[in-house]
């Protein structure tokens, strides 16, 4: 069984701070997916990135960037000068190889204020 | 050019009610799934296709019957509704490769169900 853990339930900061939202996950599967999907007050799932278990590699891009340890089992989402269009619940999931769903965090809720 | 749509957007119904959602992808994608997101926002796997073939059904009760009438298509029909149906039904799709599960899922805009 897969499991994503998103300890933090609300962060909020001021316009132009970084934020950093943890993501923790659990499988018994060596080949496994990882993803961070946006919901804004709009309500739809976008999607942001997909990592794969053998692809360690950090990722950057524009404003967001993305912090994959194997190590540690996590799978960090680090938004860099923040703005208000940020504001949104985000979440992690993972998905195992031979494993037709995702597995969601309970999400993380990111307020921006200007 | 919408990617995996759903309608209705909204559906408010009175208990006991039968309902349904539509949901139809173009982006040529083998699987098809079913999310339910509750009142806390999480986000819980019902059911999903492949190449029209039902290949999870996670402990969803018997009132929830998915249709999938082709691959670009996959409905769902709820019969009598109940209070704690309420809820946002999402729809996605993903693209198999080489028999298994790897690709990224896109989702639909949901449908916002509310029973009265």
């Known amino acids: 069984a897969q499991k994503v853990t998103q300890a933090q339930t609300e962060i909020s900061v001021v316009e132009k701070e970084d934020v950093t939202l943890d993501c923790v996950y659990e499988t018994r599967d060596t080949t496994y997916y990882l993803f961070w999907y946006k919901q804004p007050p709009s309500g739809e799932l976008v999607f942001l990135i997909r990592?794969?278990?053998?692809?360690?590699q950090n990722e950057i891009s524009g404003r967001y960037s993305w912090n994959f340890q194997k190590s540690t089992s996590s799978f960090n989402f680090t938004i860099t000068a923040s703005q208000v269009v940020d504001s949104a619940v985000y979440f992690c999931a993972l998905s195992a190889l031979n494993d037709y769903k995702l597995s969601f965090g309970a999400g993380t809720t990111v307020t921006v204020r200007a | 050019d919408t990617a995996v749509s759903q309608t209705p957007k909204y559906l408010v119904t009175q208990m006991g009610n039968d309902k349904s959602i539509k949901c139809e992808q173009n982006?040529?994608?083998?699987?098809m799934y079913w999310y339910k997101q509750d009142s806390k926002k999480f986000l819980k796997i019902m059911f999903s296709y492949n190449n029209k073939e039902l290949i999870i059904n996670e402990t969803v009760p018997n009132r929830f019957s998915p249709k999938s009438p082709d691959k670009a298509h996959l409905n769902l029909h709820i019969n009598s509704l109940e209070l704690g149906d309420s809820a946002v039904y999402f729809c996605?799709?993903?693209?198999?490769?080489?028999?298994?599960?790897?690709?990224?899922?896109?989702f639909g805009p949901g449908t916002r169900l509310l029973v009265l």
């Open positions: 990592r794969n278990s053998f692809d360690e």
């Open positions: 982006l040529g994608h083998d699987t």
């Open positions: 996605a799709s993903s693209q198999e490769s080489g028999g298994r599960n790897q690709e990224t899922q896109y």
